[in-house]
């Protein structure tokens, strides 16, 4: 595998693949590996010629500067497992080759980031993502991008980014990899302690909860809510939000139908975790086919 430092490096490597008709897949990520990643890369490295993964701690993002000082950071290990996956190249640059000075422009996504994350991390937040994932796009170009479904929000942002822009790229959204106990696996995870490690598992239990309600009947997102909340205030968790909404839009719902996502942040001892769960309600009935003509 190799390490590339610098855009005119990293387009130099990427000619040659590309004026072949190589298809060139890329994924973003912010370092510190864990299995959500690595199943990203699998996936790329099944479906095209040349892997590209990006690790770039991305300080736009970063609401709050104790954070980012604090996000983890480990990349010869994260070196290592990617090349064990047969990775191409590890684009790793540095901040000042990312953002230069001078460095002036932001892209932003109205509308779908001022509601849940946007709300409770500020409008910066996506801000930041989404002006390092149309940098990453232009400085790869890659034919297909992949994305966690642990960031709903932040893929529905992307889709739409991609679309508004007209950025020849397809976006894949790859299912959540889980802990054994359910917890999303997350980077943030190394800073639970033992105790708040077993706590944040009830972030998974009350999605389901609230999955289960809706399976069972259950068409009043308020009621379904509330499954989940007894859940996590059963861990003694306190939610920022806990909200069942479209997962296209990201609208709240009046009604549950349609494709619906069950999202929530929750801080646990002092690490904020963030996670969801798509629902597809059963179909109303009289609507399952079997009407008669
Ligand atoms: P990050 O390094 O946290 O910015 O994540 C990089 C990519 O990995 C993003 O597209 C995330 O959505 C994705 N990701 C993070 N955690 C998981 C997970 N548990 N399962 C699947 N994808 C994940």
Redesign the pocket.
């Known amino acids: 595998m190799n390490v590339i430092r610098t855009v005119t490096e990293l387009r130099a490597e990427l000619l040659e693949p590309r004026r072949a008709g190589r298809r060139i897949g890329l994924?973003?990520?912010?370092?510190?590996f864990?299995?959500?990643?690595l199943?990203?890369m699998r996936r790329a490295r099944r479906d095209c010629d040349v892997v590209v993964v990006s690790l770039f701690v991305n300080p736009t993002q970063f609401n709050d500067a104790g954070d980012l000082d604090a996000y983890p950071r480990d990349p010869e290990r994260d070196a290592g497992l990617a090349t064990e996956i047969g990775v191409d190249y590890l684009f790793a640059p540095p901040v000042d080759e990312v953002y230069p000075s001078g460095f002036a422009t932001t892209v932003s996504v109205a509308g779908l980031t001022e509601t849940l994350e946007g709300v409770h991390r500020g409008r910066a937040h996506f801000d930041g993502v989404t002006t390092v994932v149309a940098k990453l796009f232009n400085m790869v170009s890659p034919d297909v991008a992949?994305?966690?479904?642990?960031?709903a929000q932040?893929?529905v942002v992307i889709r739409r980014l991609v679309r508004d822009l007209d950025i020849p790229v397809a976006i894949e959204v790859?299912?959540?990899?889980?802990e054994a106990d359910g917890l999303?696996?997350?980077?943030r995870n190394v800073h639970l302690s033992p105790a708040d490690r077993t706590r944040a598992a009830a972030l998974h239990r009350a999605l389901r909860a609230a999955q289960d309600a809706v399976t069972a009947g259950e068409r009043d997102p308020g009621a379904a809510r509330e499954r989940a909340l007894s859940e996590l205030a059963r861990a003694d968790i306190e939610p920022e939000y806990v909200e069942l909404v479209s997962a296209d839009t990201l609208a709240p719902l009046h009604r549950i139908a349609g494709d619906v996502l069950a999202v929530l942040a929750a801080p646990v001892g002092g690490t904020r975790l963030i996670d969801n769960q798509p629902i597809l309600p059963p179909p109303e009935a009289g609507s399952n086919g079997n009407r008669r003509p």
């Open positions: 994924v973003p990520t912010m370092g510190a864990h299995e959500g990643h199943s990203l992949y994305f966690g479904q642990k960031d932040q893929a790859c299912p959540t990899v889980r999303a696996m997350s980077s």
